[in-house]
């Protein structure tokens, strides 16, 4: 403890100030020790209060040097290495199974099931593991060698694929990372150094994604600040001043977009990287090996040549963002992807990527290794080649490169296949994807309905329509696209200008051409299963199935209502109700117990009055628009309705009816069937353009469906098929009247009780039903 005033201290004669007597006296400075100062106390004249100063002296830490004590000089990486912060992960990194890749899984799993149940045993089971391993070898290039868009994007965002630090480890014989933008801050989540492969010196730019949690929280997930940009800036102009290739390691979603980055200029950033690059007189070679984000990856992108691993993706929005836009639902990703043109192949065709590095099967994780050598070979490969450059030849190669994307050529013909793909996309693309949700409204709808039995819950047939017109184009769509991806669109039009042909000379079709027609038909069936677009369209073909039957059903009871409004205003009718109630009472009092014993003047007025209901539920029928064809004249007919025929018969019936149907078709198929269906087919298609009162089209369709149906009927008839329907239907019939006279025994035996019970017939008229055929 000392003790000491405000005032400066005279010691020795001469004025000093309190921090030259602090300084140790081993400096060779004259003063006073702080040892010796920590036992004095020294006084003022002034007779002020004393201020008192207390310190106490904390041992610190030993400090850890980042190398051991003995650190070896052929390290590879030199001794430097030591100083990085980039460690080998002491575990493993966990496996991570893609959706898509859960059948490779499955086969995995199984082998080592079968290994074990081996080891377990004893027994050998080497074919099997063989067969098995073969299976999976063969499935796993099948999976990786058909990757679509989005499958691509899902690999290149793999938690274990290597990062920029893991190829440089595995690329470089000497790396030594250079930190900050000499502004204040180094960013982490891009790294920059200078690292020598084979012997050549080259200053590394990269950004740097986590491979673990804890890392991708120290990285930002691979997303650059404006600090980062500007660290790889500094380094761009040092290399450029020392002559120095760059090579860049593009991987990342994008630049971080919070407030304080734009706030830092992220921007300005960005763009001032941009104008530098191309003003570098040293050869740039970028290398994109995972995502490149808009302008985040642009930022160090603008090189004299861009080269993408097999699996990664290069785009100005991610899928996921595109889908959010375009589609307001994130669902719409893989849609997205794949109309983004985001992957290796598609960029090297638009002429944005300059070549592909390949990637072993399952990913740059499967062999990260074999990954970093191709990446070394294509980067020696090609900084062989600018070294042959000068300054400025480099600076226009770099030039040439971004001005020949996007190439416009006047007066030239398009190329069919372009301008198939040129037609409107905006319909094409978003059309599928707001019709499933307007699909799975309508269904929900449906289901509510048939859940509380309400028709006012039902979808309304103008809805249904609506859904079913536009499945329809969605169908037609898919037809053609699944035709072109198998080739067969030229053939099908060619088959169609045929067929327009022959229908337009108005006569039946040869039959080579129907010939043709049935074998191109039967080809596309087969091969529609293999088409890339099968399991939509089957999809869509199900949602046109359901909405008809859900169409049909609406329209039925719609009908049904209508039609048992009108039958009962019918009978409703005061003239109808008082003979309906005037016969009642004369059967009931002439105590027959069945038609049969009914007086013949009494027969001929039941018999009359029905005719009479009959004729008035016609007349309502034809108000509809609907055509009563027959009514079967039996009183019998409650009996018939409830008939059902023993399992003897019903056996009868279902083999006729297999049968009658089989032979139909076989006589469909015939060529002169099918060349009337078909005319028919065109008939009626013109029938549709022309006035609803042109007779001679109804005409025309009237002959030709009688003369199929005559062409039917003879061939039924010379099978031998309607001599066993005429003895089928006899055996009901006779089944059928034992049947009506057990019911109209009992029903006149219920009626006598209740007259008993009341003494007067219900206050409702009671009609004999008729048959409708």
């Not at 040549?305 to 639902?329: G, Q, R």
Request: negative net charge.
């Amino acid at each position: 403890m000392a003790s000491m005033s405000h005032s400066s201290l005279a010691l020795g004669g001469a004025s000093a100030s309190a921090s030259d007597y602090l300084r140790s006296s081993s400096n060779g400075v004259s003063g006073v020790s702080l040892r010796t100062l920590g036992r004095s106390k020294f006084t003022t004249t002034t007779r002020r209060s004393a201020l008192y100063v207390s310190a106490r002296l904390k041992k610190g830490k030993k400090f850890d040097h980042p190398w051991p004590a003995n650190p070896d000089p052929n390290v590879k990486g030199g001794v430097l290495s030591y100083l990085s912060t980039f460690k080998p992960l002491g575990d493993t990194q966990k496996p991570v199974t893609l959706d898509f890749e859960r059948p490779l899984v499955e086969l995995e799993k199984k082998i080592v099931d079968v290994r074990k149940m081996a080891n377990e045993t004893g027994l050998d089971f080497t074919e099997q593991i063989i067969t098995l391993e073969n299976k999976y070898r063969q499935a796993l290039k099948d999976l990786y060698t058909h990757l679509t868009p989005i499958q691509r994007v899902n690999i290149a965002r793999h938690p274990n694929r290597p990062t920029f630090l893991d190829h440089i480890s595995n690329i470089t014989d000497k790396f030594m990372e250079l930190h900050g933008d000499r502004a204040g801050y180094d960013d982490p989540a891009i790294v920059t150094g200078i690292g020598t492969i084979d012997g050549k010196r080259y200053m590394f730019i990269g950004h740097q994604k986590g491979r673990n949690t804890k890392e991708n929280i120290m990285r930002n997930f691979g997303m650059p600040t404006p600090h980062g940009y500007r660290k790889a800036l500094r380094m761009m102009y040092y290399a450029d001043h020392h002559g120095f290739p760059i090579v860049t390691f593009i991987d990342t979603p994008g630049a971080y977009a919070d407030l304080k980055s734009e706030e830092l200029g992220q921007g300005e950033a960005i763009a001032n990287n941009l104008r530098t690059m191309f003003g570098l007189k040293v050869p740039i070679l970028s290398i994109v090996i995972g995502e490149g984000g808009s302008g985040g990856a642009l930022a160090i992108g603008c090189a004299n040549k861009m080269l993408m691993l097999e699996n990664a993706v290069f785009y100005v929005a991610s899928p996921e963002a595109c889908a959010a836009i375009l589609w307001k639902t994130s669902k719409a990703a893989p849609e997205a992807a794949e109309k983004l043109r985001i992957t290796s192949k598609e960029l090297v065709k638009l002429n944005v990527a300059d070549g592909i590095i390949p990637e072993p099967l399952g990913g740059a994780h499967a062999d990260p290794s074999w990954t970093s050598q191709q990446i070394k070979n294509a980067i020696n490969e090609n900084m062989n080649e600018f070294g042959k450059m000068s300054g400025d030849e480099l600076l226009k190669h770099r030039m040439a490169k971004y001005r020949k994307i996007g190439v416009f050529i006047e007066n030239v013909p398009i190329e069919p296949e372009r301008k198939r793909n040129m037609k409107t996309r905006d319909a094409v693309v978003s059309t599928s994807r707001k019709l499933e949700g307007e699909v799975e409204k309508l269904r929900e709808q449906i289901l509510k309905a048939k859940e509380t039995s309400s028709s006012e819950d039902e979808p309304s047939s103008e809805l249904l329509n609506e859904m079913i017109e536009k499945l329809k184009s969605e169908i037609d769509d898919e037809y053609t696209e699944a035709a072109v991806a198998m080739g067969l669109e030229e053939r099908l039009n060619a088959m169609r200008e045929e067929f327009s042909k022959a229908s337009a000379e108005e006569h039946l079709m040869h039959p080579v051409l129907i010939e043709k027609i049935e074998k191109l038909k039967e080809e596309f069936n087969s091969r529609l299963v293999d088409a890339p677009n099968y399991e939509s369209l089957q999809s869509k073909l199900n949602m046109l199935r359901d909405f008809s039957r859900a169409k049909a059903a609406s329209e039925a009871a719609s009908a049904r209502n209508e039609i048992d409004k009108r039958f009962q205003e019918a009978v409703d009718r005061p003239e109808i109700r008082e003979k309906v109630e005037a016969v009642k009472a004369e059967v009931a009092s002439s105590g027959a117990s069945s038609f049969d014993e009914l007086s013949d003047e009494l027969k001929e007025k039941v018999l009359k009055t029905k005719s009479e209901v009959e004729a008035e539920m016609a007349g309502v029928l034809k108000s509809m628009g609907l055509e009563l064809e027959a009514v079967t004249p039996n009183v019998k007919d409650v009996a018939e309705q409830t008939f059902v025929p023993n399992e003897e018969l019903q056996e009868k019936l279902e083999k006729l009816n297999q049968e009658i149907t089989e032979k139909i078709d076989e006589v469909v198929k015939t060529p002169e069937i099918k060349s009337m269906v078909e005319l028919l087919k065109v008939e009626t298609a013109k029938a549709s353009k022309t006035p609803p009162g042109d007779s001679e089209a109804s005409q025309k369709i009237e002959t030709l469906e009688q003369q199929i149906k005559q062409k039917i009927a003879e061939a039924l008839s010379a099978s031998g098929l309607q001599e066993k329907q005429e003895e089928l239907e006899k055996e009901m019939e006779a089944a059928r009247e034992v049947a009506a006279e057990e019911e109209s025994e009992e029903s006149l035996k219920e009626d006598d009780d209740d007259d008993d019970e009341d003494g007067s017939g219900s206050g409702k008229p009671e009609i004999i039903n008729p048959s409708f055929a």
